[in-house]
């Protein structure tokens, strides 16, 4: 442990697992809040009631909702991410799909695939689009598992 203004500093390299098996039993669960673009960070902090805890990920593994990040004999640490405010758009068909999904491309709109769902950040305009082009859509609160993040495939436009 090292020391920091708030107190002593725990970095841990992995959470101790995750809320959706791990027994807290007559603990006291503390949440630390965070937002999904955050789970693409390697390095972060957060202020606890035991002082400041830094997570530190190696490889290609992100934090995700209900990660613990600390547990002892009366105090459990864990990970809040916030709810994204997303359209979930559930195209009727293959083609009606293709085309929503080149058209938010064209806009270069980092997208989600869940299931048969395509899932955007909320923007007026592409509530419009969607509304527009007939793509059965939803506006929802959901946490993410992952940040939305853009395609890594550069190109140029002629």
């Known amino acids: 442990m090292r020391s920091s203004k708030n107190g002593p500093l725990l970095v841990a390299a992995a959470p101790v697992g995750n809320l959706a098996n791990f027994?807290?039993?007559?603990r006291t669960l503390e949440?630390?809040?965070?937002?999904s673009?955050?789970?693409?960070?390697?390095?972060?902090?957060?202020?606890?009631?035991?002082?400041?805890?830094?997570?530190?990920?190696?490889?290609g593994r992100h934090p995700a909702d209900g990660d613990v990040l600390y547990a002892d004999d009366a105090l459990v640490i864990a990970l809040d991410v916030t709810?994204?405010?997303?359209?979930?758009?559930?195209?009727?068909?293959?083609?009606?799909?293709?085309?929503?999904?080149h058209a938010f491309g064209n806009r270069h709109l980092p997208v989600q695939i869940d299931g048969e769902t395509l899932l955007v950040r909320y923007?007026?305009?592409?509530?419009?689009?969607?509304?527009?082009?007939?793509?059965p859509y939803a506006r929802e609160q959901r946490k993410l598992s992952a940040p939305f993040r853009h395609a890594s495939a550069p190109h140029g436009h002629a």
Do not use: N, W, Y
């Open 37 to 59: 673009d955050d789970l693409a960070k390697r390095l972060l902090r957060f202020a606890t009631s035991r002082g400041d805890i830094g997570l530190r990920l190696d490889g």
């Open 123 to 135: 923007d007026p305009l592409v509530e419009e689009l969607l509304h527009a082009t007939q793509v």
């Open 83 to 101: 709810p994204d405010d997303v359209l979930v758009c559930r195209p009727k068909s293959m083609a009606q799909a293709l085309s929503i999904a």
């Open 23 to 26: 027994r807290i039993g007559k």
């Open 31 to 35: 949440r630390v809040v965070t937002s």
